[in-house]
């Protein structure tokens, strides 16, 4: 079983940077990719980035691209998701899943 925990949220400004952390354990799968989604309140969770372990495969949603950094430390089992030039419209809960295991979320909240 996989155990995922997010850490690093909080409430920012537009314009500041907040860096989220997912640390895995339990049993990982190497070959599949952990992604970080998020969820906004009355909306559907959405895509945000994901990565395989060894960081050679990245995507990003467009809405991120360019402000949202992801990144992977192999040996600490953990992600990380440098988030810069927040937006109002980054608000809500982000959660990282791999393998179809989630964690329970992290909260980001952006005011103007």
């Known amino acids: 079983q996989v155990q995922l925990r997010e850490s690093g949220g909080g409430s920012v400004q537009a314009g500041e940077s907040l860096r989220l952390s997912c640390a ?7 070959s599949y990719e952990i992604s970080w989604f998020r969820e906004a309140p009355g909306k559907e969770r959405e895509f945000v980035a994901r ?24 040996a600490k089992n953990t992600v990380y ?9 980054d ?5 990282c899943e791999h393998y179809s ?6 909260q980001v909240t ?3």
Request: charged residues 20%.
């Open 24 to 30: 895995a354990s339990g049993r990982t799968f190497r």
């Open 51 to 74: 990565i395989n372990w060894s960081g050679v495969r990245i995507a990003y949603a467009d809405s991120v691209k360019g402000r949202f950094t992801i990144s992977v430390d192999d």
């Open 81 to 89: 998701l440098q988030m810069t030039s927040l937006k109002p419209e």
């Open 91 to 95: 608000t809500g809960v982000y959660y």
């Open 101 to 106: 295991y989630w964690g329970q979320g992290t």
């Open 110 to 112: 952006v005011s103007s």
